[in-house]
T-cell receptor, first 114, second 112 residues
Framework: KQEVTQIPAALSVPEGENLVLNCSFTDSAIYNLQWFRQDPGKGLTSLLLIQSSQREQTSGRLNASLDKSSGRSTLYIAASQPGDSATYLC?????????????FGRGTQLTVWP | NAGVTQTPKFQVLKTGQSMTLQCAQDMNHNSMYWYRQDPGMGLRLIYYSASEGTTDKGEVPNGYNVSRLNKREFSLRLESAAPSQTSVYFCASVQGAGTEAFFGQGTRLTVV
């Protein structure tokens, strides 16, 4: 069974810092990996999708890397802002009998203070 | 472009009552999913549907039933609600293996 772990569980930093959120998964036979953001009481917003053949993906101040063989992904947030405060979820997809279900980590709760 | 729409957004039920959570997507996606999110547990798959007319159980299906009414709509039914079903429910859809999954805004359900 695929297990996804996110470290740290919570992070509190001052504005302007560069951040690294970590995600690890136990089964490297993944199709792709997706990072989401969840604001309190809200749904999941997709941030980045990395295919298993890719090493990294960038969107604005966000950069996600993937090392499939070691079962790791990192989400790098540059020059953090208070508006980045949210829970960040990592999810991996295996195209198996469940036809693309996502296996989620429990998230990293990020607080960026002014 | 609405994406994935869930109704209702909030619901309070008494133990034993039934209700149906609705989900609709307008992206012509093939696969749809129902997850529940509980504190400390992460998101867990309840049921999924590969295409219209097909449904299968996920990891926590007990107490739930689903219907894939057409390609757009995938509903989740609680026949006799229990306090253990208090949770936030998310519907998701995806076109294919290499594409992004999109989520609805969630239904916050409390069973008293």
């Amino acid at each position: 069974k695929q297990e996804v772990t996110q470290i740290p569980a919570a992070l509190s930093v001052p504005e302007g810092e560069n951040l690294v959120l970590n995600c690890s998964f136990t089964d490297s036979a993944i199709y792709n990996l997706q990072w989401f953001r969840q604001d309190p009481g809200k749904g999941l917003t997709s941030l980045l999708l990395i295919q298993s053949s890719q090493r990294e993906q960038t969107s604005g101040r966000l950069n996600a890397s993937l090392d499939k063989s070691s079962g790791r992904s990192t989400l790098y947030i540059a020059a953090s802002q208070p508006g980045d405060s949210a829970t960040y979820l990592c999810a991996v997809r295996r195209w198996d009998s469940t036809l693309g279900r996502l296996y989620f980590g429990r998230g990293t709760q990020l607080t960026v203070w002014p | 472009n609405a994406g994935v729409t869930q109704t209702p957004k909030f619901q309070v039920l008494k133990t034993g009552q039934s209700m149906t959570l609705q989900c609709a997507q307008d992206m012509n996606h093939n696969s749809m999913y129902w997850y529940r999110q509980d504190p400390g547990m992460g998101l867990r798959l309840i049921y999924y549907s590969a295409s219209e007319g097909t449904t299968d159980k996920g990891e926590v299906p007990n107490g739930y039933n689903v219907s894939r009414l057409n390609k757009r709509e995938f509903s989740l039914r609680l026949e006799s609600a229990a306090p253990s079903q208090t949770s936030v429910y998310f519907c998701a859809s995806v076109q294919g293996a290499g594409t992004e999954a999109f989520f609805g805004q969630g239904t916050r359900l409390t069973v008293v």
